[in-house]
């Protein structure tokens, strides 16, 4: 618990998309984290990763944000 108020990995929480049943966020095209995630895959996978999420229409990640991003969404 200390680390998670040191960290303040709280603020993930505030106003963030929701969580499934792992506890891990499921971010969707409407959410502000979407954009970045997409960022994210391209960098590291290509297009076609990018395709794949779009076509599903959400993501589940252990994180608000891809670790390029801040908590706030902007570039780190």
Known sequence: ???YLQNRMFADFADGPPVDADGEFVITP????WASWLDDLRAKYGDSAVVSAERSGFLVRKSRW????DHHGVAA
């Not at 409407?30 to 984290?33: G, P």
């Open 1 to 3: 618990m200390i680390t």
């Open 66 to 69: 891809p670790s390029t991003k």
């Open 30 to 33: 409407d959410r502000r984290e």
